[in-house]
């Protein structure tokens, strides 16, 4: 087997374990002509939309038709290796964040050294998500990340002031006296899939831990601030089959104080007529914990026909400028990836203010070169967490087991 197509197989088997946490996807077809394939994760978006609009305005200006096609986000990763072993890759295509290191390791995708994509207004922290080996690898169309939401309702019967939560442990007595007044705690998802590691990340990072150990004391007071409060009642058993949506669900019916949440979720809110805050997730000692982010990034594939990358770079960069991200980002409910467009944001919605503090203090799930070990990283904690919430193992020894099959 080519070492290409082995990089390719090995790549297809990494890109399966990490399923989007926050986002849709993409699909199919190979250009010709006058026409550039964009493949993206919308399929929610008809040609009737404004996206599917914007990318044929950024084709007219690039002098070419645009070919869309959309997929779900695994079908699309699928997809696109499956495309690239064919040299039939898209021209221009939008990727979940964790799956870029993924691709670009196997070749699929070209650098912003290769193709000279301006990223000089992104926010570092977001960028890293597409970077590997010092290399970055397209231009982030935005961010959604997790937040805490809050029911002003049920806090105010419960005596809590919300100003008071700035930490692990006041969050932890606030749920206490929430449970005293006989309303529900938090509810989050903790499920054995990449939604579980999505949201256990917040308080694994808001310890100190780091992915490369995985069985640090850190990382265990940090499964043990999970498991604790399972065990006194403040969040339900039911957080161990949670997707997110079913989590919010939950918080939806009003009985909970707090939920971990996110972006995407705040027309929900305003829908279910809640009297809801929301404030930034804390790290253990205080300040806002460091949230996974989740969102596209807009790359340039590999071509045969080098000669299609300079118009796929104008489509690029039409569909990451200032006024087309803003746009994107509302519909899709993202927090823009650069300074002037979060302003843009908070200036129409100064709600947003505190999700523009959220995505400032993220980070990519790949960062600190992680890249293509990730997803393996990833299945063995949200496995540790799955086995200590259902009282299987110790989170010492869920977290050493862990570390041990990822093999660190």
């Not at 594939?301 to 990451?320: F, N």
């Not at 400032?360 to 393996?376: E, H, I, S, V, W």
């Amino acid at each position: 087997m080519p070492r290409s197509v082995r990089r390719l197989a090995a790549a297809a088997f990494a890109a399966a374990v990490v399923v989007a946490a926050t986002s849709c996807s993409a699909s199919t077809t190979s250009a010709s002509g006058g026409a550039y394939t964009v493949w993206d994760p919308y399929p929610q978006f008809d040609a009737g939309s404004a996206w599917a609009k914007l990318l044929d305005t950024c084709g007219a200006q690039a002098g070419v038709t645009v070919k869309r096609t959309a997929y779900d986000t695994s079908d699309l990763t699928n997809k696109t290796l499956l495309a690239a072993q064919q040299g039939a890759a898209p021209d221009v295509l939008l990727l979940d964040n964790p799956v870029v290191p993924t691709l670009a390791d196997a070749g699929v995708l070209t650098s912003t050294a290769d193709n000279p994509l301006d990223t000089s207004a992104v926010q570092p922290n977001l960028l890293a998500a597409g970077q590997q080996d010092g290399r970055t690898y397209g231009v982030p169309i935005g961010a959604n990340t997790l937040a805490l939401y809050y029911n002003k309702a049920v806090l105010r019967a419960a005596g809590v002031d919300i100003a008071s939560v700035k930490d692990w442990a006041s969050l932890t007595a606030a749920l206490a006296k929430v449970k005293a007044a006989g309303k529900k705690g938090i509810t989050f998802s903790a499920i054995g899939t990449e939604e579980g590691s999505f949201q256990f990340l917040p308080w694994f990072w808001g310890s100190g831990a780091q992915l490369t150990k995985l069985d640090s004391a850190q990382a265990a007071a940090s499964l043990s601030l999970w498991d604790g409060w399972l065990k006194d009642g403040y969040a339900p058993n039911s957080v161990l089959q949670n997707t997110q949506t079913t989590s919010w669900q939950e918080f939806a019916t009003g009985d909970y104080a707090f939920a971990e949440n996110g972006t995407w979720q705040l027309a929900n809110a305003r829908k279910a007529g809640l009297d809801y805050g929301i404030i930034p997730l804390p790290g253990q000692a205080g300040d806002s914990a460091p949230a996974p982010t989740g969102g596209e990034f807009v790359t340039v594939p590999v071509q045969h026909e080098t000669g299609r990358y300079p118009v796929s770079d104008k489509i690029v960069a039409c569909l990451t400028s200032a006024d087309n991200a803003y746009a994107t980002d509302t519909t899709l409910s993202y927090i823009g990836a650069t300074d002037a467009v979060q302003a843009k944001q908070v200036a129409a919605n100064p709600e947003l203010q505190v999700w523009v503090q959220a995505v400032k203090a993220a980070r990519g799930r790949t960062g600190d070169n992680l890249g293509t070990k990730y997803p393996k990283i990833s299945e063995q904690l949200w496995g540790a967490v799955q086995n200590t919430l259902s009282g299987s193992k110790s989170p010492q020894s869920a977290l050493a087991a862990a570390q041990s099959a990822a093999g660190q």
